[in-house]
């Protein structure tokens, strides 16, 4: 019975990684439990490296080592633990789509150590949006990602151990043409991978299974399986495009060996057309590449900014970070363990007939202070254009639809404030409260009419702004306007200058790094309020016919994602 292509690449994957765990540096598998799963993690178990399981929670101490206080304290001398980091070999992550930034970056440290270590992260992530940080998956040669059901009763098999080993003796051995590496990083521009690891880890592959096959040079079929394996996760664009782009091919041809071919195999990779291989790696980009792209993108930009409000530091509560050496106040925490294991190992050092009686002796040096990080809250400003007959008509929407999101701030713990403008200037009407009473009070008298003073209206929301991130709270920008601004700063009716300022206002707060969502309440939306939009670095919603719901709702998914 014939096997299925996605099993043989997750078979030569492993076995090249077999070869040269410390070159490639590990693999992604994005699967949930099930067979294929399992029948990875069997595979694991046969690789020359024992793998050892980590977790997202795993602590420094388990990773780089450290004093063992009690058994310190025990028999009177420093004795320390060692960390997995230690010894090389094969790191399992499981649960790796709850990697938080600061494990992945000292994982991302071991790997860059080149000690040998190999991580392989089991991504059990439901959604497009769950998965290990990006700057992990970019160190490791290989992402399988199982779609095929024939491999639900398929066994991974692994070459012998004595194969393997007969491989890694030879790997140091394997010729590489001298056009390899050129080819490799043209085709991966070609797709728009711009990380130079991802041609240096085609490289190494294709020498890991040149000497799984017993031969003594790279040649033309370990390249193409080799980007067959490392490139497709890392595209960014189908390679159509990038013919467009590639308005000459000079890389491509640049000093053919006339009559000195490489002595191994008797065919360089020069010799490959371009086109097979790009037509091999483009056969296994996944349908939906552009889709994900815009997801992880999101994904990046609300952990970078907003979502449940930007990560602060604490000394009272939240999420425990590691102890930091500091001096002892009113605000700040002692954490009496780690301030014992900095002193621990001076004890002997430090005992004199004078302090002898002392159980311990700690300096002020030994002192470590409590960290957490916490979030913190979330202010959405809802800055609304209350000018003119159309904006008035709007306004209802715009009253409904902050009452929506007040209504569900209780269980996002975020604050609502509400910002109007019209006439010739920006009121505040609603300062940041929580309270729905307060705020349905307060928009049951907004007014609206008059000119369109866009530029004061974004004033009033970034001075605003300005004052919730100094009481700790993170602010998001809603505006709720058509646009169409024909009152400047100066309060004199004059469109050109009107639409000058807001520009200039809006630059200025996507500068101060506060994310946004433009509702555009034009009945026929155009170009003013998709400038402004952009100015701000805010997502763009054209809403003509919508309620308060569908506000609610789009501006709620705006922020999500």
């Known amino acids: 019975m014939t096997r299925p292509a996605a099993a043989t690449r997750m078979e030569r994957a492993l076995a090249a990684l077999a070869v040269d765990p410390g070159g490639l540096k590990g693999m992604v598998l994005r699967a949930r439990m099930s067979p294929v799963r399992q029948a990875f993690e069997t595979a694991l178990k046969h690789m020359p490296d024992a793998p050892r399981r980590i977790h997202p929670g795993i602590s420094d101490l388990q990773l780089f080592g450290g004093l063992n206080i009690a058994a310190s304290l025990a028999e009177g001398r420093p004795v320390r633990d060692k960390g997995l980091f230690e010894t090389p070999g094969l790191l399992v992550l499981t649960m790796a789509e709850r990697t938080g930034a600061d494990l992945a970056a000292r994982l991302a440290q071991i790997l860059d150590a080149d000690t040998g270590h190999a991580l392989v992260l089991l991504d059990e992530g439901a959604t497009a949006e769950e998965a290990p940080p990006l700057s992990l998956q970019d160190r490791l040669a290989f992402h399988i990602e199982p779609q095929d059901e024939a491999l639900r009763t398929q066994a991974l098999r692994l070459p012998a151990r004595a194969d393997l080993d007969t491989a890694r003796k030879g790997l140091a051995r394997i010729a590489v043409p001298d056009d390899a590496m050129g080819l490799l990083v043209a085709l991966a521009a070609r797709f728009g991978i711009d990380s130079l690891r991802a041609p240096l880890l085609a490289l190494r592959t294709a020498r890991a299974l040149t000497a799984l096959d017993r031969e003594k040079s790279v040649g033309e079929a370990a390249l193409m399986e080799a980007v067959e394996l490392v490139y497709p996760s890392r595209a960014t664009r189908f390679p159509a495009e990038a013919e467009d782009s590639a308005m000459d091919p000079p890389p491509d ?7 000195a071919t490489d002595e191994g195999s008797g065919k360089g990779a020069g010799e490959l057309p371009d086109e097979i291989l790009v037509q091999a790696i483009a056969a296994l980009l996944p349908p939906d590449l552009l889709d994900r792209l815009k997801v992880a993108r999101a994904a990046q930009a609300r952990a970078a900014s907003s979502g449940a409000g930007s990560k602060r530091r604490g000394n009272r509560r939240g999420r425990p970070l590691p102890s930091r050496p500091g001096r002892p106040s009113q605000q700040a925490r002692i954490d009496p363990v780690a301030t014992l294991r900095s002193a621990a190992p001076w004890q002997r050092l430090r005992r004199t007939p004078q302090n002898a009686h002392r159980p311990v002796i700690i300096y002020p040096s ?7 990080e916490d979030r913190s809250d979330r202010l959405l400003i809802f800055t609304v254009d209350a000018s003119g007959s159309s904006a008035v008509a709007r306004l209802a929407e715009a009253k409904g639809a902050v ?3 007040l209504a569900q701030a209780y269980a996002r713990r975020d604050h609502v404030a509400l910002v109007a403008f019209r006439g010739d200037g920006a009121e505040l009407l609603l300062p940041p409260t929580r309270s729905l009473v307060q705020a349905k009070r307060q928009l049951s008298s907004l007014p609206g009419g008059g000119g369109t003073p866009l530029a004061a209206g974004l004033v009033a929301a970034s001075e605003l702004a300005q004052h919730a991130r100094g009481r700790g709270m993170s602010p998001t920008l809603v505006l709720l306007t058509d646009g169409r601004a024909n009152i400047p700063l100066s309060g004199t009716p004059d469109r050109a200058e009107a639409r000058q300022d807001a520009e ?7 500068r101060q790094g506060i994310p946004g969502v ?3 309440t034009a009945n026929r939306p155009a170009e003013n309020a998709r400038n402004i939009a952009a100015r701000l670095g805010a997502d763009y919603l054209a809403l003509p016919r919508a309620d308060a719901h569908k506000i ?3 501006v709620t998914a705006a922020l999500e994602h």
């Not at 030994?366 to 960290?371: C, N, W």
């Not at 200039?504 to 996507?510: D, E, K, N, Y």
């Open 504 to 510: 200039t206002i809006a630059a200025g707060l996507a």
């Open 403 to 405: 009452e929506l999101m």
């Open 253 to 259: 041809t640049p000093q053919p060996p006339d009559d």
């Open 552 to 554: 609610s709702a789009s």
């Open 518 to 520: 433009l509702v555009d």
């Open 366 to 372: 030994d002192i470590r202070l409590r960290r957490f």
